[in-house]
């Protein structure tokens, strides 16, 4: 028996209005039950149009039963019931998703026959009580241009209204009403529209993890698209402008990406059973499995690539579009002002052209880049327009390269490398970004695709924050800055492959440094940046920087102090292109050090010995005003400080600063930083319970640790975390490192789960330390249950360095030499593991 027969049953039996909505709230179940098997024979737009046209159906039968409820067997023609149910935003346009709010407007015209406000009432009544979730609006048709004025968010909402049910001499007169409304003030429409999606752009960037409703490229930037489209052409279906405004192919190549997005969301909805419009790490794999790609990845890329094509094809055409409304008539003088050629002009530091000439071939478009001035400037979507039709033809010409090396040693080249990506050439100029176009990095560490995260490596080395890369940079030749900027744009190019892609990106780039025309020797130093482009951060964040071995080791790979440069100055423009937070002052100062200490390795002719660095540094020191001022006793306690390690890792003045406030100390002392991660410095005579310490510290991320014996038994400790603490929590800090010094607290810390092959101890490292190296999965309190298991063995850390990536820790522990722990390392192993 069918729905609406078992409604007519019910009526006929004078059933209740809970019965009612109970047999359709049924009803809405079962479908909602079928609609995983409904997706799998209709994706895309098909599953939203028969999805949106099941809940036309249902309110249509609601409206139907509450008529039939209300007026029994004489029941008048729904036609003359001043009444129209009216489909608003996504539902109206036939895209509504699974989870999404469904929003009605009720519309109705004042007639004294009619009772219209208790048949809307029992009508919404009925659709609550049956679990439709309604975001509805009731009007009187003549109310609607006030109700539109009230917000824009009424306006574009009722700007996509679709009769479902009801009187068409009540749609008829909202439909008069809705095209007042269109032309109620459009420039004011058209201004708003365009800067509540720039707002919305900047607050949801390009990610892996991608918004595909409200972020850049998103549905939200389409629907903006068909906003504008009603408003200023009256259109129904912006594929009515095909041929008119843009291309059939323009406009195919759009409709597909944007049907890849309605599948995706689609599925979303359906897998989290909620409004899920952000496709998060979680729920790639299922989606990929339910849309027929082999693996995630895959999926995202083809997902960033939509995005990509949206985002471009709006900003081209909304651009196109809006053009009239946001043009003054002092714009125009000020263009006709700054005509540089046919087509183009400049205004200050943007770029204008017109849609209206033919556009030109690419060494064109290329020369009028090299001939502007070189300054930071901002690309009209009239300039995109032309750069993402412009016909460029393969191989490319002697020419083309030619004007590519120009604009590689512009001092402002981010903006002409952004503009290539935005309008999707980048990888027809250089052909090593076909393989990373739109290729995701889930590691744990980078927050944008392969491509996005090479500009983004430009962006940083144009803008570099750090004072000391800085002053290095600046003074480079112009064939050195632009060997550079190629080694940064492609070094992950070789990226997407089986191979190392650190090795096919060295082989990616020399081609690519030919057809520039560099000299050949910069063949070499270009695939040594890049064949080695990890290597100063992972040396810098997991070796030892004050071994000499492991010097001479990272220096037998960067041959000469200038490569070291280069090396360094990339590293930092890599790190910096990660994303925001991710170069941080704790990074900046292990870079610092191994530059340092790897330029001192690569200035001298002889091997420089552990004696020689602390002579060279007491030297320093003797000759330090601050240091001369000291008492005779003060020097000789400081110069008696057996650690080399602890010369080695810090300046003259730091050196001084610290045994000042050891000077001082008489049972402990503590200092707290917070500046960056927090940073807490202990003086100390009586003994520390550090692995209380650390316990109770363990919610924040330990990056290094330092521990030195100084003079007169007092050990100095320092320990830097990550992450700043919580406002607030700065007190209980405090108590935590002064109940530290209490050695009868003891912690029931959770023991991590490692194995014995995860722990290495060489022996070998120097006279006085051994290295303990620890790679093991990242666990809360890994650091404290060592830090525990080494003060009940006796065991004494100089120092520690913490790192940790894609979820794997990889620790190293400078230990001294005593109570025979070399001779005990296997039973030191087997007592970390917990056999």
């Not at 015209?109 to 009432?121: L, P, Q």
């Not at 209204?161 to 032309?183: D, V």
């Not at 752009?201 to 903006?224: A, C, H």
């Not at 482009?533 to 220096?555: D, G, I």
Request: aromatic share 10%.
């Amino acid at each position: 028996m069918s729905i609406t027969e078992q409604i007519e049953d019910l009526i006929e039996r004078r059933a209740s209005d809970f019965e009612i909505s109970k047999l359709f709230k049924t009803h809405i179940s079962d479908y909602k039950n079928s609609l995983l098997e409904l997706f799998e024979r209709n994706q895309g737009k098909d599953f939203l149009v028969i999805h949106t046209k099941t809940l036309d159906s249902i309110i249509s039968q609601m409206y139907k039963t509450v008529l039939r409820r209300m007026f029994g067997n004489y029941l008048p023609m729904r036609s003359n019931i001043p009444i129209a149910f009216i489909a608003l935003g996504s539902y109206g346009r036939e895209q509504l998703c699974v989870h999404s709010d469904i929003d009605l407007m009720i519309v109705y015209e004042k007639n004294d026959g009619y009772n219209t406000s208790a048949i809307i009432e029992k009508f919404l009544y009925l659709a609550w009580d049956a679990g439709l979730k309604l975001g509805h609006r009731v009007h009187d048709v003549n109310d609607l241009l006030g109700a539109s004025r009230e917000d824009i968010t009424i306006k574009t909402a009722m700007m996509e209204s679709r009769l479902i049910i009801g009187s068409p001499f009540t749609w008829s007169a909202t439909q008069n009403r809705l095209t007042t409304i269109r032309h109620d003030n459009p420039k004011s429409f058209i201004m708003a529209k365009i800067e509540e999606a720039d707002i919305r752009r900047r607050k949801f960037p390009f990610s892996m993890q991608p918004n595909i409703k409200e972020g850049v490229g998103g549905l939200r930037d389409s629907q903006l698209l068909y906003w504008l489209a009603k408003t200023i052409y009256g259109v129904n279906s912006l594929k009515e402008l095909s041929g008119e405004l843009f291309s059939e192919e323009q406009y195919r190549e759009y409709r597909i990406a944007l049907e890849l997005l309605f599948r995706v969301r689609s599925a979303l909805h359906l897998i989290s059973n909620k409004q899920q419009d952000q496709l998060v790490l979680d729920y790639m794999p299922r989606i990929a499995q339910m849309l027929g790609f082999s693996d995630e990845r895959k999926l995202v890329s083809r997902l960033l690539e939509a995005q990509w094509r949206i985002n471009n094809f709006t900003q081209i055409y909304v651009k196109k579009m809006a053009r009239p409304y946001l043009n003054d008539p002092t714009q125009i003088t000020a263009l006709r002002a700054g005509r540089i050629q046919k087509g183009f002009y400049q205004v200050e530091e943007t770029l204008y052209a017109s849609y209206n000439i033919p556009t030109p071939p690419i060494d064109t478009l290329l020369e009028l880049l090299v001939n502007l001035e070189d300054c930071q400037w901002n690309f009209d979507s009239s300039v995109l327009f032309h750069f993402t039709y412009t016909l460029i033809k393969h191989p490319l010409r002697v020419k083309t390269y030619t004007l590519l090396r120009k604009l590689f040693e512009r001092q402002h080249f981010y903006v002409i490398v952004k503009l290539f990506y935005d309008a999707g050439i980048l990888h027809h100029l250089i052909g090593a970004f076909k393989k990373v176009l739109h290729l995701p990095q889930f590691d744990g560490y980078h927050h944008y695709p392969v491509d996005l995260h090479s500009i983004k490596c430009i962006e940083a080395l144009e803008h570099i924050k750090d004072p000391y890369v800085e002053a290095l940079y600046n003074p480079l030749s112009s064939a050195d800055k632009l060997l550079l900027k190629a080694s940064i744009l492609l070094h992950d190019t070789g990226k997407g492959r089986k191979q190392d892609h650190s090795e096919v990106g060295a082989k990616l780039i020399v081609p690519f440094l030919k057809n520039l025309k560099l000299p050949t020797h910069q063949f070499e130093r270009g695939a040594m940046l890049v064949r080695h482009h990890v290597l100063m951060s992972n040396v810098a964040y997991r070796e030892n920087l004050y071994n000499e071995k492991t010097l001479y080791q990272f220096m037998s790979k960067i041959k000469t102090p200038e490569n070291l440069t280069l090396l360094y100055i990339l590293t930092y423009a890599d790190i910096n292109g990660v994303g925001s937070g991710t170069y941080t002052s704790f990074g900046a100062n292990l870079l610092h050090e191994l530059y340092e200490a790897a330029l001192e390795i690569a200035s001298q002719n002889d091997r420089i010995t552990d004696a020689i660095k602390r002579e060279n540094k007491e030297k320093r020191l003797n000759h330090d005003p601050e240091f001369i001022q000291l008492s005779k006793i003060e020097q000789k306690k400081i110069l008696s400080i057996e650690s080399n390690l602890f010369f080695f890792k810090h300046t003259p003045s730091a050196i001084i600063n610290i045994s000042k406030e050891a000077f001082q100390c008489q049972t402990f002392t503590y200092q707290l930083d917070i500046e960056g991660g927090l940073v807490i410095h202990i003086f100390r005579r009586i003994p520390l319970n550090l692995g209380y310490l650390l316990g109770k510290l363990s919610y924040l991320d330990v990056a290094s640790m330092d521990i030195f014996t100084l003079f007169d038994g007092i050990k100095y400790f320092k320990i830097e975390f990550l992450q700043r603490p919580l406002d607030g929590t700065m007190e209980q800090i405090q108590i935590i490192v002064e109940e530290a010094f209490d050695m009868t607290k003891k912690l029931n810390l959770p023991k991590p789960v490692i194995k014995p092959n995860e722990i290495t101890i060489d022996c070998d490292h120097s006279i006085h330390y051994a290295q303990l190296n620890l790679t093991t999965t990242n666990q809360r309190g890994l650091l404290a249950y060592f830090v525990q298991c080494f003060d009940e063995a006796q065991i004494n850390i100089a120092t520690a360095k913490i790192h940790t990536n894609k979820n794997i820790a990889r620790d190293h522990f400078l230990i001294e030499k005593q109570n025979r722990m070399c001779d005990n390392a296997r039973e030191i192993i087997d007592k970390l593991v917990g056999e």
